[in-house]
């Protein structure tokens, strides 16, 4: 049976060293700050927010929240960005998404200043990623890559397929392990809504990743004897109280064939949110001209 990759320990290791780099630039007389904008009712979406928050407070980045009525005009966005672009005290921001309809935004997104762009999301920063000189990666590709080296997989010349082409997990995770890196440097394939035969080009893989957002699309049958598996999807299934969140890959089969399998929640999710902190505190060193190693 397949080990379980523990993305909720590998996430403390990483919050552990972001505790210690806020540590080093606290010395400098830095304090890290992140600022999280929120335009949006979507009670999902207000979670997420808070959960940031006290990730932050957890390691001692300073969180500023913004919430923006979501019957304001978009302008009112842009200024609030505008003025924590030029806010000393914000090293980060991140905008959540999705925001309330009507508002555009790709520019919401291209307004942040690139060097606060904790999310990379901005197109310089998603530039930079594909051009080989990355500034500041999205989290949940990040988070997949640690879990990969944590879990002790060679991912050098390995065989990798991705499930997904998302500009949030999908796209940026194959850019980053087609990097030149020790941690990189895979044959990459990125499988998606119109592929044909799916099944074909998981069984090949040594780590499949799989952020597709359809409960349990990836199953035990479909896989290599010994393959990774990287749950990204988070899913609601069922209702009332036999409500429950599953991931994209089918565990109980998976685990039956793959050597070693994320679990959700606990896996990639996790992850995401260490790797945010991660990314705010390099922004943070950046920005003050100081050498941490995080
Ligand atoms: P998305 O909807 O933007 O993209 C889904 C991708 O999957 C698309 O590229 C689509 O082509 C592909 N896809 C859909 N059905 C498919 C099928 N039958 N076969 C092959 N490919 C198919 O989603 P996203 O934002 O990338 O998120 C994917 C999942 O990951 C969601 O469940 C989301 O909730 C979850 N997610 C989790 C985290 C985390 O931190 N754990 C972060 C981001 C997203």
């Given at each position: 049976r397949a080990d379980v990759i523990d993305g909720e320990a590998v996430a403390a290791s990483v919050r552990e060293s972001v505790t210690a780099a806020v540590g080093r630039l606290g010395e400098a007389g830095v304090t890290p700050g992140l600022a999280t904008v929120l335009m949006s009712d979507d009670p999902a979406s207000e979670t997420y927010v808070r959960m940031k928050q006290r990730d932050c407070e957890q390691v001692g980045i300073e969180s500023h929240h913004v919430e923006i009525d979501t019957?304001?005009?978009q302008s009112e966005l842009f200024a609030t960005i505008d003025q924590l672009n030029e806010d000393?005290?914000?090293?980060g921001i991140l905008i959540q998404r999705?925001?309330?309809?009507?508002?555009d935004e790709p520019a919401a997104l291209r307004r942040v200043d690139p060097e606060k762009d904790v999310d990379g999301f901005h197109p310089e920063n998603v530039g930079r990623l594909v051009t080989g000189d990355p500034r500041f990666v999205p989290c949940t590709p990040l988070g997949v890559q640690r879990l990969l080296t944590e879990a002790g997989v060679?991912?050098?010349g390995s065989d990798v397929v991705i499930v997904g082409r998302s500009e949030l997990v999908g796209k940026p995770l194959a850019n980053l392990l087609l990097g030149r890196d020790d941690d990189a440097d895979a044959t990459v394939t990125v499988c998606h809504s119109?592929?044909?035969?799916?099944a074909n080009h998981v069984s090949r893989a040594d780590v499949v990743v799989v952020?597709?957002?359809?409960?349990?699309?990836?199953?035990?049958?479909m896989l290599a004897e010994g393959s990774v598996v990287i749950d990204v999807g988070i899913n609601a299934v069922g209702e009332g109280d036999d409500r429950t969140l599953v991931g994209d890959v089918d565990y109980e089969s998976a685990s039956e064939v793959a050597s070693a399998i994320t679990p959700?929640?606990?896996?990639?999710g996790p992850m995401t949110r260490a790797m945010l902190l991660r990314n705010t505190v390099n922004a943070a060193a950046r920005q003050a001209g100081v050498e941490i190693d995080s």
């Amino acid at each position: 049976r397949a080990d379980v990759i523990d993305g909720e320990a590998v996430a403390a290791s990483v919050r552990e060293s972001v505790t210690a780099a806020v540590g080093r630039l606290g010395e400098a007389g830095v304090t890290p700050g992140l600022a999280t904008v929120l335009m949006s009712d979507d009670p999902a979406s207000e979670t997420y927010v808070r959960m940031k928050q006290r990730d932050c407070e957890q390691v001692g980045i300073e969180s500023h929240h913004v919430e923006i009525d979501t019957d304001a005009p978009q302008s009112e966005l842009f200024a609030t960005i505008d003025q924590l672009n030029e806010d000393p005290a914000i090293d980060g921001i991140l905008i959540q998404r999705p925001l309330t309809e009507g508002v555009d935004e790709p520019a919401a997104l291209r307004r942040v200043d690139p060097e606060k762009d904790v999310d990379g999301f901005h197109p310089e920063n998603v530039g930079r990623l594909v051009t080989g000189d990355p500034r500041f990666v999205p989290c949940t590709p990040l988070g997949v890559q640690r879990l990969l080296t944590e879990a002790g997989v060679e991912i050098p010349g390995s065989d990798v397929v991705i499930v997904g082409r998302s500009e949030l997990v999908g796209k940026p995770l194959a850019n980053l392990l087609l990097g030149r890196d020790d941690d990189a440097d895979a044959t990459v394939t990125v499988c998606h809504s119109n592929t044909e035969d799916l099944a074909n080009h998981v069984s090949r893989a040594d780590v499949v990743v799989v952020a597709a957002g359809v409960p349990r699309l990836v199953t035990g049958e479909m896989l290599a004897e010994g393959s990774v598996v990287i749950d990204v999807g988070i899913n609601a299934v069922g209702e009332g109280d036999d409500r429950t969140l599953v991931g994209d890959v089918d565990y109980e089969s998976a685990s039956e064939v793959a050597s070693a399998i994320t679990p959700v929640p606990g896996g990639v999710g996790p992850m995401t949110r260490a790797m945010l902190l991660r990314n705010t505190v390099n922004a943070a060193a950046r920005q003050a001209g100081v050498e941490i190693d995080s």
